[in-house]
Structures are given as C-alpha cells and as structure tokens.
C-alpha cells in the first residue's frame, strides 16, 4: 500500500471587473480578462489522499459524500492533475467552507482552488504559481484568481498556457472591505457553468466584451492608485454590464431579487452623502457591499438592518491559496 496525503486552504474572491462567457468551454478560456479581490476570512479546507487501495474516487463536501454531476466535476479535475504524474491511483477529498455553497459567493473558486494545490501537493509535483492558476482555471474559471494574493487579474491569454491570473496587489496594499448582504442562501437556480454557455446568446455580449479592456483598465488603476470613486463607479458600472448580458439571454436569467435592487439604490443614496461605497453581484441575489476598512461600522450597521438582509458576512482582502 502506499498513501499521500496534503491539505490546502483558498479563499473565495469578488470580482471587480467579471468573468462571463468562455470562447472554449472545455478549457474554460474566457472572453474576456477579468479582475477580483480575494476574501479573507471565508475559506474552503480541502484534504486529498491518494491510496493504491482506494477501489474509487470519493468526495466529500461539508461532511456529505457527493455524487452525480458535483462529483463527476471533481473527478474530471482529478483525473487532468493525475494525468501529470501518469497515475491512476484513487483518492478521497475531505472539503469543508465556512460560508454558505451556491449562494453567490462563489465556492467553485476557493474550492478548485484549494483541491488543485492539495492535489498537485500530494501527488509530489513542485509545480510554479502561473501553472497553479491554470490548471485550477480547468476546474472553475475564476478559481485560477484565488490562487495568487490579494488583488488578481486573470488575463485571458491566447491558449491554454497564457491564460492565468497573477497579483496586482498585495493583501495589506489596500485595506478595502467586503460586506456580503444575504438575500438568499439556497443554491442558485442557475449555474455560472450553464450561465456562461448562455452568455453569447445575449445581443449585448459583444459589446460587454468588446469595452472590456477599457474598464480593466480603469479597475487596475484605480487599484493601484487606491482611488475609490474611480473604483466604485467601474465596479458598478460592469455589474450592471453583466446583469445586462443575463437579463437579455434565452433564456433570461433574473438573479437579482427585489431585495437586491432595493439595497444597490441604497448604496447608490449613500455615495451621494459622501459615503465611500459601491456594490457588485455576480450569479445570485447576494449583494457585496465595497468599502474601505476604516468605514466598517457605518457602513456595516446600515446593511444588518436593511430590509430583506438576512445575515451579513464581513470579509477583508485575502491572501494566496496555501498549504497547511
Ligand atoms: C458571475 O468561475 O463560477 O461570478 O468556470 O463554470 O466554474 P465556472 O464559472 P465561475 O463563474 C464566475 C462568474 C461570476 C463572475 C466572476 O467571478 O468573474
């Protein structure tokens, strides 16, 4: 018998400037190149073990064993990363979150994060960062930014070699946070993964895509000059960019709920008292309220009490995906 084992721990991440459509679907290389924020303070805990008496593959994910499709979507990315060491050994993944699954806060990011570095790990392959955020890309997309620190681009290359993300800024570079409004925590109805074959099938994909170096643009520099009106006004803009895109595919996809619209106006009212705010939502009702650190309390204490708002959960810029 022989045994390996590792465990690694990946945040989820927001994005700025958002990842939608792929031109290759398998390999999941995107239209266009996107920007997040790693969020500190929720987390995925995945541990791998390879054993040549394992007779399958098992998952485990918030102590529920997993089937159908959830566990084929492992399985695929396990057998791309055993591929590398030409192996067929089976192996068990024990994964934990400490945040709601589904509920717009991506999971399919820190989860295929934190699985490609365990995995890769216990399979004893000494693998590079940019080669990390790749192969973890294969598994979800916007996985591949919650691997390097802090703030991260994903650019969206030409192939499957250049398409990875890297950091534009360290964790502690920008003290910003995000409050996450629950509107809903079930699962969404649905998936990013079927959202992004929908994606061309809107008129205004073309055009989100098209000025999408633009507003890249802009999100980087606001980053790097730590300018938060010219952070708030992109970050929103390409939200409602997005949702745009969702609304008029077929078929339409409606992830906002009235909740939702009610507290991206309030934070609208806000700013325009002065106050450092912006919103951004990807595929769910959760609305993630953006801010900087210093102005927590303020702001936290208008969401808590927001009609609709079930529970807030706080989180701060994130670091790299890393081993235990
Ligand atoms: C709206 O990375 O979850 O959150 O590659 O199919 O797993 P898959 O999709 P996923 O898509 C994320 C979509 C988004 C925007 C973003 O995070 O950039």
Redesign the pocket.
């Known amino acids: 018998m022989s045994t390996s084992t590792a465990t690694a721990v990946a945040c989820p991440n927001i994005?700025f400037i958002?990842?939608?459509g792929n031109r290759d679907q398998a390999l999941?290389l995107p239209e266009n190149g996107?920007i997040?924020m790693n969020l500190a303070e929720l987390e995925t805990r995945t541990r791998v073990t390879f054993d040549t008496t394992f007779p399958l593959d098992m998952f485990d994910l918030n102590g529920k064993r997993q089937s159908g499709p959830a566990l084929d979507r492992v399985i695929k990315h396990l057998n791309l990363l055993r591929g590398l060491r030409g192996i067929s050994t089976h192996a068990h993944i024990f994964s934990e979150n400490n945040f709601p699954t589904g509920a717009g806060i991506?999971s399919?990011?820190s989860g295929f994060a934190a699985l490609t570095l365990a995995t890769v790990s216990a399979l004893g392959l000494e693998i590079s960062e940019v080669d990390l955020s790749r192969l973890a890309r294969r598994g979800?997309?916007?996985?591949c930014r919650s691997i390097p620190a802090g703030f991260t681009e994903w650019q969206k290359g030409i192939n499957d070699l250049d398409s990875f993300a890297f950091s534009l800024a360290a964790p502690d570079y920008w003290n910003l946070a995000d409050c996450i409004a629950v509107i809903e925590e079930e699962e969404k109805k649905t998936s990013?993964?079927e959202g992004?074959a929908l994606a061309s099938t809107s008129p205004l994909q073309a055009a989100r895509v098209a000025d999408s170096i633009r507003r890249l643009e802009i999100c980087r520099n606001a980053i790097q000059k730590r300018d938060f009106d010219a952070l708030a006004a992109i970050i929103e803009l390409d939200s409602n960019m997005?949702h745009a895109v969702m609304m008029t595919s077929r078929p339409a996809l409606y992830y906002w709920e009235p909740a939702s619209l009610n507290l991206i106006k309030a934070v609208q009212s806000w700013r325009k008292t002065g106050l450092g705010v912006a919103c951004t939502l990807?595929?769910g009702p959760n609305v993630h309220v953006i801010f900087e650190a210093s102005d927590t309390e303020k702001i936290t204490q208008r969401i808590k009490t927001f009609p609709g708002v079930r529970d807030v959960i706080l989180c701060h810029t994130g670091d790299k995906t890393h081993l235990l």
């Open positions: 994005a958002k990842y939608w999941r996107s997040s991506a399919s990011a979800s997309g916007s996985a990013s993964t992004h997005l990807d595929a």
